[in-house]
Structure formats: C-alpha cells, structure tokens
C-alpha cells in the first residue's frame, strides 16, 4: 500500500514538472516572471506537495529561482547564458556528427535527408515556428544517438533543452528570423567524412549563435531580476508581437 501511494505521489510530481517544463521551454512562462501556484494547482487539480516537490526538481535543474517567501521566478535568460550553451554545443555537437559520419547506416543517413527535405520544401516559410523547432531538435538528438554513447547523448539532450527555449524566444519575438538548414551536415554524414561533418555542425551552430544573439542584443535582451522583486521583461510593447 505504501509503495502504491508513493507511485501516485511520484506521478504527480512528474506531471508537474513535466508541465512546468514544457510551459518555460515554449516561452509560455516568460523569463524573470513570478511562478502562480495557486493558478497552476487549480489548474492541474493537484495538492501542493507534489508541486513544491517539482519545483525543486527544476530548481535544481537551473530553470527556477527561488524569490524570498513569493515562491519561484522563471529563470532569466542573458547574453552570456546563450553564448555559454553554444560553445558547449560547438564541442559536444561537433564530436557527434564526426561519429555520426562513421556509424551512420543508410537507414540513418535517409532519416536525416528526409528531415532536410522537410525544411526545404518552402524557402518562404523558413520561419521559426513550433514545428520547425521541434524537428530541429529531432535532428540534432538523431545524430547524438548514432554515437551510441550514453553520456553524450543525455548532455546533448540537456543542451538542446535550452536550445528548444531560446527558439521559442526567437518564435514569439522574431518569427522572420532566417533559419539555419542542415542540408551540408548531412552531405557530410552520407559522404563517411568525418572532419567534414565536424566542420559543418560547427559552422551551423556558429551561425545559430550569431542569429539568437543579433535578435536579443537588438530587441528584447534583459530577461533579468531586478533587485527590488518585481519581475522584469525588458521589451518595447512594439517588440512583443509574435
């Protein structure tokens, strides 16, 4: 009986956090913003215990922060948090793709061609939306796995965590923002060269880099909290349009 209370405790607790996650990656909780508990357990019909115990989780995680007795601030995103996880993809995602250009099977190298595909089929539409972010990270966890090295999949997967909410930065606040294909990173993989592969993921993270900094630096940077308490999103009314 205790082990079944405990399991029901447990998958409260991940559906909160699983829920406050999802809801800070896309942007749905905006950086430095106060976390409603009250809201949230109304909507999820849920106690508190499981909700405190998630927001730990995520505190721990780097996505909370705790705010005197008001509970949890959405965690602030800056210029120098998006540079730092961009040089730790520059490392863990080049390593990838050299592996992936020796491992991949053909099976593997046309999933990859047919996600290249999907992103190409309308230049035009080459804006950032759920779906392109969604098959962005779908890519790039495709080639960490064909390293079949555990540790560097699960630290490619935490990066790309952070990469997904920085893309839904770019989706509500810069939907125009030109995309980054990945149409030379796997002409790399098909054609088993590996330096190639590295130098290509490098490039197309380089220039991801340079896009998601452009934007912040010239529109809506300054996801911070202020030292008075109150949440703080540093936009002109004119910059929040999605």
Same mark, same amino acid.
């Given at each position: 009986?205790?082990?079944?209370?405990?399991?029901?405790?447990n998958t409260a607790t991940d559906l909160v956090y699983n829920e406050l996650k999802r809801q800070i990656l896309t942007f749905q909780l905006l950086p430095g913003s106060a976390l409603e508990e009250y809201q949230i357990l109304r909507r999820l019909r849920l106690s508190k215990t499981? &909700?405190?115990?998630?927001?730990?989780?995520?505190?721990?995680?780097?996505?909370?922060?705790?705010?005197?007795?008001?509970?949890?601030?959405?965690?602030?995103?800056?210029?120098?948090?998006?540079?730092?996880?961009?040089?730790?993809?520059?490392?863990?995602?080049?390593?990838?793709?050299?592996?992936?250009?020796?491992?991949?099977?053909?099976?593997?190298?046309?999933?990859?061609?047919?996600?290249?595909?999907?992103?190409?089929?309308?230049?035009?539409?080459?804006?950032?939306?759920?779906?392109?972010?969604?098959?962005?990270?779908? &890519?790039?966890?495709?080639?960490?796995?064909?390293?079949?090295?555990?540790?560097?999949?699960?630290?490619?997967?935490?990066?790309?965590?952070?990469?997904?909410?920085?893309?839904?930065?770019?989706?509500?606040?810069?939907?125009?923002?030109?995309?980054?294909?990945?149409?030379?990173?796997?002409?790399?993989?098909?054609?088993?060269?590996?330096?190639?592969?590295?130098?290509?993921?490098?490039?197309?993270?380089?220039?991801?880099?340079?896009?998601?900094?452009?934007?912040?630096?010239?529109?809506?940077?300054?996801?911070?909290?202020?030292?008075?308490?109150?949440?703080?999103?540093?936009?002109?009314?004119?910059?929040?349009?999605?």
């Amino acid at each position: 009986m205790i082990t079944t209370n405990k399991t029901k405790k447990n998958t409260a607790t991940d559906l909160v956090y699983n829920e406050l996650k999802r809801q800070i990656l896309t942007f749905q909780l905006l950086p430095g913003s106060a976390l409603e508990e009250y809201q949230i357990l109304r909507r999820l019909r849920l106690s508190k215990t499981p &909700f405190r115990e998630a927001c730990m989780r995520l505190k721990q995680e780097g996505w909370l922060l705790p705010f005197h007795r008001r509970g949890y601030l959405i965690a602030p995103i800056g210029l120098q948090d998006i540079s730092d996880i961009y040089e730790l993809r520059l490392i863990l995602e080049s390593a990838c793709a050299q592996i992936a250009a020796q491992r991949a099977t053909e099976s593997h190298i046309q999933s990859l061609q047919e996600m290249v595909l999907t992103e190409e089929k309308d230049l035009s539409a080459w804006t950032i939306s759920t779906n392109l972010a969604a098959m962005n990270v779908k &890519f790039h966890m495709c080639i960490a796995e064909l390293t079949k090295n555990a540790k560097l999949i699960n630290s490619v997967r935490v990066v790309l965590d952070h990469v997904v909410r920085f893309d839904s930065m770019l989706a509500q606040y810069a939907p125009s923002t030109p995309w980054v294909g990945h149409s030379a990173i796997v002409s790399a993989i098909k054609n088993r060269n590996s330096v190639e592969a590295g130098k290509r993921m490098q490039e197309h993270i380089e220039q991801a880099r340079i896009r998601i900094l452009n934007v912040s630096a010239g529109h809506f940077v300054g996801l911070s909290v202020p030292s008075l308490g109150k949440p703080n999103f540093e936009a002109d009314s004119d910059d929040r349009r999605g």
